[in-house]
């Protein structure tokens, strides 16, 4: 099988550079189709996407143990990506359905539906102090997203997510929780979420979340499927 070309973007990145969630995409995944979940696994990013058609945007998203029908970073990484090689997509196509996609002051927008993220325990704490904490769930919960207000009349959040149940022990940055967090406070939010990522998440009119941040590129490089077992 002939190595397909993987892309390996950081997105949510902080303005001083750090933080940022890995992601591994590939924009023509050829005979990976088929493979998806097993070369999610053998890559380890919290997601990883597979664009099935680049005219449309149309893509599918992994975690290393299940498929998603919509998540943050992956379609902000993706929407990233595909700007850069041309044309700029104004909808991407993930199988929750349309997400529009733009860009604005040097980050990168999505506006989807927050009730398609996946149904994540939120766990709210008395501070961020008390989120920085957690060595791990607070609940013991394998979906559960931790967080607090760092400044809550400037909408600053602190935010951690302990996700083993989508094969993720603690995600860098995770803009599907944005989305449901910015719904449940009902007001635009910055988080600071992981190690340094920051997010930003603001309610649209239509019921939906607008989420952004800012994306970089790490490495293109070719990839190997693993050598399913028995052959």
């Known amino acids: 099988m002939p190595a397909a070309q993987l892309d390996v973007l950081r997105v949510f990145v902080a303005p001083d550079g750090r933080g940022g969630n890995p992601l591994g995409v590939f924009l023509e995944p050829g005979e990976l189709i088929g493979l998806e ?3 999610a696994a053998d890559l380890g990013f919290s997601e990883t996407v ?8 149309r893509l599918r998203i992994y ?10 970073h992956p379609l902000v990484g993706t929407s990233w990506l595909l700007r850069r090689e041309g044309p700029a997509p104004t909808v991407l196509r993930p199988p929750a359905g349309d997400v529009p996609t733009w860009q604005a002051a040097g980050l990168t927008w999505i506006r989807a539906d927050p ?3 996946p149904d994540f325990d939120l766990v709210q704490l008395e501070s961020a102090e008390a989120v920085d904490a ?8 394998g979906k559960t997203v931790a967080w607090a ?7 600053a959040m602190r935010v951690r997510a302990f996700l083993p149940d989508l094969g993720i022990q603690e995600d860098e940055a995770t803009g599907a929780a944005a989305l449901r967090l910015c719904a449940h406070v009902g007001r635009p939010v910055d988080i600071r979420q992981g190690s340094a990522s920051v997010l930003h998440a603001s309610p649209a009119e239509d019921g939906r ?13 070719p990839y190997d499927a693993p050598t399913p077992a028995g052959s």
């Open 115 to 117: 009730e398609a993220a």
């Open 149 to 155: 207000w760092g400044d809550e009349p400037s909408g």
């Open 209 to 221: 979340v607008e989420l952004g941040g800012r994306v970089e590129a790490l490495e293109r490089r």
């Open 50 to 57: 597979f664009v099935l058609d680049r005219d449309d945007a």
């Open 63 to 72: 975690t290393p143990a299940v498929e998603l029908p919509l998540a943050g």
């Open 134 to 141: 957690l060595a791990s769930s607070p609940d013991g919960g």
């Open 37 to 39: 979940q097993p070369v």
